[in-house]
């Protein structure tokens, strides 16, 4: 099966005993508003430049030792990180402040969905990153994004979400990735984020207490970890398995067992074997298997929070998925490859995948479910 484009969000936590702000809506211009875009110059200025210098220098055996299990065959393969020069338009630092209407809005940036709408959310989207990645012989264009939750400065009751967000395309649109390809990235850039989030953390932590100038009570460290990893598939077996799900309501463990149609069968079976390899071999019960939907047209099969690993007080969970625009089926027919380079660029494969915003959508529901559980005492208590 192809897969033209694999996003990757990855999100640690960070908190303190006293909140920063209020339990009331943030208005613009507000203190808390103006202290949260200070933390944001801050870390921008202080941290990231530096902190994608050491990534590059990071070797993907090094990364495979130290974050992801099974990934020996990521080890042997030849890997290249280079950093492309930024978009002189792009804001080192964007405030979004607002529900934004995301769902009447398809050309919304979908990073801006992965806080709480709850309360008018504000979320503070970095300058996009854009590098190119090499895994094996698959060219990556890929663009990073840091990004920080509000949380803090908004409600007593949600813990501050901080995130690393990978968006990796083909350079070359005409040979897509497989799911080995698909995989390697999301183990790659898993440990990229793994290793950024400590010191994007600590940065945070620092630019809070200078940003707000005063004491605002102990630091606790919630050590919880969420990461959001999903495909763009666009074959005619996962097509007829979202058809199935969406149309006929069919559950996901009654397609896998689908005998009397096997194309439905065989999507499904290549989402379970999907979402086990990209959740570290763990795999799902089938019940814990949904369909998303979205505007315009866009639909997931993809697990709930999967825990891929305990202990110290701090579990990591995982939400996996493949992702296609709900009855687009592909007419299998062969494709000329120049004419396929012309029509999907990387922009274009960006603008119409349903991965894109689908996963920012599940980040800001499993993470704040995270976050209700820290709350509820269902995980340990914060620190």
């Known amino acids: 099966m192809p897969y033209s484009l694999t996003v990757n969000r990855v999100m640690a936590l960070a908190a303190f005993t006293t909140p920063v702000g209020t339990n009331t809506e943030l208005r613009e211009g507000s203190q808390p508003v103006t202290d949260f875009h200070d933390q944001m110059v801050v870390i921008s200025a202080g941290c990231l430049p530096d902190l994608y210098d050491r990534?590059?220098?990071?070797?993907?055996?090094?990364?495979?030792?130290?974050?992801?299990?099974?990934?020996?065959?990521?080890?042997?393969?030849?890997?290249?990180?280079?950093?492309?020069?930024?978009?002189?338009?792009?804001?080192?630092?964007?405030?979004?402040?607002?529900?934004?209407?995301?769902d009447h809005n398809p050309g919304a940036d979908p990073d801006a969905a992965i806080t709480d709408t709850s309360k008018n959310p504000i979320v503070g989207l970095f300058r996009t990153q854009k590098w190119d990645i090499t895994i094996g012989e698959l060219e990556w264009d890929v663009?990073?994004?840091?990004?920080?939750?509000?949380?803090?400065?908004?409600?007593?009751?949600?813990?501050?979400?901080?995130?690393?967000?990978?968006?990796?395309?083909?350079?070359?649109?005409?040979?897509?990735?497989?799911?080995?390809?698909?995989?390697?990235?999301?183990?790659?850039?898993?440990?990229?984020?793994?290793?950024?989030?400590?010191?994007?953390?600590?940065?945070?932590?620092?630019?809070?207490?200078?940003?707000t100038r005063a004491g605002r009570g102990e630091q606790k460290r919630a050590d919880d970890r969420l990461r959001v990893s999903l495909a763009d598939n666009t074959d005619v077996r996962f097509s007829k398995l979202v058809d199935a799900m969406n149309l006929r309501g069919m559950r996901f463990e009654e397609a896998v067992s689908a005998n009397y149609d096997e194309d439905v069968q065989s999507g499904a079976q290549e989402v379970l074997q999907f979402?086990?390899?990209a959740a570290d071999g763990r795999k799902p019960d089938y019940q814990e298997i949904e369909l998303e939907t979205?505007?315009?047209?866009?639909?997931?099969?993809?697990?709930?929070?999967?825990?891929?690993?305990?202990?110290?007080?701090?579990?990591?969970?995982?939400?996996?998925?493949?992702?296609?625009?709900?009855?687009?089926?592909?007419?299998g027919l062969p494709v000329d490859a120049d004419w396929r380079r012309q029509l999907y660029g990387a922009n274009v494969l960006r603008s119409i995948s349903a991965a894109r915003p689908l996963s920012a959508r599940l980040a800001g529901t499993k993470a704040r479910d995270i976050d209700r559980r820290l709350h509820a005492g269902q995980r340990p208590a914060l620190g």
Request: net charge negative.
């Open 55 to 102: 990534l590059i220098s990071v070797p993907a055996a090094l990364l495979a030792q130290e974050y992801a299990a099974g990934d020996e065959a990521l080890a042997k393969l030849e890997i290249n990180l280079a950093r492309r020069e930024p978009d002189p338009t792009d804001l080192d630092v964007t405030i979004i402040q607002d529900s934004r209407a995301r």
């Open 275 to 277: 979402i086990t390899r």
């Open 143 to 211: 663009r990073i994004r840091p990004s920080v939750t509000a949380c803090l400065f908004e409600c007593a009751k949600r813990i501050t979400k901080i995130w690393f967000t990978f968006e990796g395309v083909p350079v070359d649109p005409a040979h897509e990735p497989g799911e080995e390809d698909a995989v390697n990235f999301i183990r790659l850039t898993t440990g990229l984020a793994e290793k950024a989030l400590v010191e994007f953390r600590t940065a945070y932590i620092t630019a809070v207490q200078n940003a």
């Open 294 to 331: 979205g505007r315009p047209g866009l639909a997931a099969v993809c697990s709930d929070l999967i825990p891929i690993s305990s202990g110290g007080g701090a579990e990591k969970f995982v939400v996996a998925g493949l992702a296609s625009s709900i009855n687009m089926l592909t007419t």
